[in-house]
């Protein structure tokens, strides 16, 4: 290791071959110091180097290496003794300076006088510059004080402990805090001991009644929200006013003719007008300029009335105070309405529209009421109730007598009521002049239709001194047919077609008759035993007397008489035409086919009993005197045939004796068969023998 400093001036950092290990070079170009590492390596000390270890030789005539201590050395023209740097430079300057960006530290500097930059330090009066005067006690600063780089702390205490700052500023930490009034974490302004002002450490600031306790202006930094009255502000809502139990929430004047609120969004502007003593409504204004370009929506003047889509407001004929809808071009409707369909209700007049009139949605009754009586309800089933919350019916009116009255504009005092009293519904004609209620229609209590009559005593009682009832066809254009008492006959109910005269129904001797009005000609009657007769006034049409008609008796037998084809007719399937029965039972009937008819006798094995082969009829059958004769009503002769008494002795099975000594005795032929047949086969059988033998 070299004993000896070299120094080796030059331009820029030397290279390895220009030193050895200790040797040192400068650069006064750039005012570096340099030395090697003994490894061929450059070492830059810097240009303030902290420490300088030189185990020997001289600076200056100063020996390194000793064991005693260098007292002083000199460089240049700085001497440095001690603590003392002293310059030997003629001006007694002494200049520190960084190399390129860096900064000099002196942690502690003792400056008893001189001048600063021109600034005298340490004199009796201030001095124009940075700094005024420095004591013990205090600074006075007469301009800026500028704190530079991290680490600077102002901070004026009310007491030597520092837990109550007046004024703080700490530029540590990032936030750089700043405190006026510190408390807890907020920055508070006070007047007279009383809060003011509050900023929180989030942005929230506060501004406090004239106690200085509870926040009257609040803003909420997070939510972006102003709040007077309240330090919760609504979300959502960039203004809450809470004006607590008094009724005054926002009074706005102007000295102009009006005064005005404009409010803008997005797409356009809305504002609200306070002028000459009412208040107007704009919409679809300029979103950019608020209050321009826009059209008065709604007004409410200054004698209350309200006009949507009109600037003047009016009753119209009803007079007072009115909502006064509008529309120049289309429907103008007013509409009430709640989100809940249970309970809403909706008022909707409309023009042009189909949907009019006043309307209700939920299952709640709408009502209406004057001098704060209920008068009239429309329930939630649509039943229409007048004098009753609890209408049964489309319509139900209520009350002690309860009346619909009708009249019309002709100005004849004439009207027509329909009330219900005492039991008895009347429509009845009235005479509005002199109260007069005439009898021309009623139901009584039991049921009874009185027309012209209060009192019916009948199902249909009508009471008049031409009773008529007429009957037309349709629009009044066809032939009238009326229904009339009157007539040939008091007791005549007639029925007419367009005239006078026609049909009429007549009571007489217990008997209803069916006649021409001129009762010249009798077409049917019911007489008093309730047989109905037509065409004759017989009850037994033919016997006795014969005359054409027929009977249908009421104890059930019906007579027949015509000169005439009687005929019965099975109109579609075949079967049975006419069926006979004794005692409910089917004894016998006459069918029908397409091509033919059958007379049946009930011979079912089921009505039988004791069932055997019949004896042989060969006996019976020669008794039978087959006759011929001649028929006395008319001559005709029959060759083959019975006499029915004759007949009786031998088989009187087929046989029938009249009721009485007059009715004539008859033959049923048919009974005949089964014997015939039986002698057939006992002919057949013995022919059948004889052959054989």
């Known amino acids: 290791m070299p004993t000896t400093i070299k120094i080796k001036n030059g331009s820029g950092a030397p290279t390895s071959s220009d030193l050895v290990q200790g040797e040192l070079a400068i650069d006064l170009t ?24 030189i185990n020997a030789g001289t600076i200056d005539g100063v020996t390194l290496g000793t064991n005693s201590a260098v007292t002083e050395a000199q460089i240049d023209n700085i001497n440095i003794n001690g603590n003392t740097i002293i310059s030997t430079d003629t001006n007694g300057n002494i200049a520190i300076t960084p190399n390129g960006t860096g900064e000099v530290d002196i942690s502690k500097v003792d400056i008893d006088g001189g001048t600063i930059d021109g600034t005298v330090i340490g004199g009796a009066s201030a001095a124009a510059g940075t700094f005024t005067s420095i004591t013990g006690t205090g600074l006075t600063v007469d301009g800026n004080i500028k704190l530079d780089g991290n680490g600077r702390t102002l901070q004026v205490d009310k007491n030597a402990s520092g837990t109550d700052n007046v004024l703080y500023y700490d530029n540590t930490v990032s936030t750089n805090d700043l405190f006026i009034g510190r408390d807890s974490s907020n920055l508070r302004l006070r007047t007279s001991a009383q809060n003011r002002m509050a900023i929180s450490s989030g942005g929230d600031i506060s501004f406090y009644e004239d106690t200085g306790t509870t926040p009257k202006l609040f803003w909420d930094a997070s939510a972006e929200s102003l709040g007077i009255g309240t330090t919760s502000p609504e979300n959502g809502y960039s203004l809450t006013v809470n004006s607590g139990t008094s009724n005054g929430v926002f009074y706005g004047e102007s000295t102009d003719a009006a005064a005005i609120i404009a409010l803008a969004d997005s797409s356009g502007s809305t504002r609200i007008i306070a002028d000459n003593g009412g208040i107007r409504f704009t919409v679809d204004g300029d979103a950019s300029t608020p209050g321009t370009n826009d059209s008065e929506a709604m007004r409410i003047d200054s004698s209350g009335n309200v006009g949507i889509g009109t600037a003047s407001p009016s009753a119209g004929a009803p007079g007072g105070t009115v909502v006064h809808v509008q529309n120049s071009g289309g429907t103008a409707s007013v509409r009430v309405d709640r989100s809940d369909a249970a309970t809403a209700g909706t008022l909707s007049m409309t023009s042009g529209n189909t949907t009019n009139g006043v309307y209700g949605t939920g299952a709640k ?22 004098g009753t919350s609890s209408p049964v019916a489309n319509l139900h009116i209520e009350s002690a007598t309860p009346t619909i009255h009708l009249k019309d504009t002709g100005g004849t005092n004439q009207a027509t009521k329909l009330f219900h009293n005492g ?29 012209g009559t209060a009192s019916p005593s009948s199902t249909l ?26 007539g040939t006959n008091s007791e005549a109910l007639n029925i007419t077609s367009g005239s006078t005269s026609g049909n009429a129904i007549y009571h007489q001797s217990s008997s209803h008759i069916f006649r021409n009005q001129t009762g010249a000609t009798e077409y049917a009657r019911i007489d008093s035993s309730g047989n109905l007769l037509v065409g004759t006034t017989a009850t037994s049409p033919g016997y006795g007397a014969n005359t054409a008609g027929s009977a249908h008796r009421a104890d059930g037998q019906i007579h027949v008489s015509s000169p005439n084809l009687s005929s019965f007719n099975k109109m579609t399937s075949t079967g049975t035409l006419i069926s006979f029965r004794y005692a409910d039972a089917g004894v016998g009937s006459i069918s029908v086919t397409a091509s033919a008819t059958t007379y049946n006798t009930s011979s079912d094995e089921r009505l039988k009993e004791n069932i055997q082969d019949a004896d042989l009829a060969g006996s019976v059958i020669d008794d039978i005197q087959v006759r011929q004769f001649d028929w006395k009503v008319n001559g005709e002769h029959q060759r083959y045939g019975m006499i029915a008494q004759e007949l009786n002795t031998v088989a009187p099975e087929a046989v029938t004796q009249g009721e009485t000594e007059d009715d004539m005795w008859a033959v049923d032929y048919s009974k005949l068969v089964p014997m015939l047949v039986k002698e057939i086969q006992d002919l057949r059988k013995r022919v059948a023998d004889l052959e054989g033998n």
């Open 423 to 451: 039991g008895y519904f009347w429509i009845t004609r009235t005479n509005d002049a002199s109260s007069t209620n005439y009898n021309d229609f009623v139901i009584d209590s039991s049921g009874n239709v009185g027309v």
């Open 30 to 53: 750039n005012k570096r110091l340099y030395t090697e590492d003994g490894s061929a390596n450059i070492l830059e000390l810097g240009t303030s180097p902290s420490t300088i270890d």
């Open 365 to 386: 009754p709408m009502t209406f009421s004057t001098d704060s009586t209920e008068r009239m309800r429309i329930d939630s089933s649509g039943n229409v109730g007048i």
């Open 461 to 486: 009682h009508i009471s008049d001194s031409a009773s008529q009832i007429s009957i037309q066809g349709t629009a009044g254009t066809g032939t009238t047919h009326q229904i009339y008492t009157g």
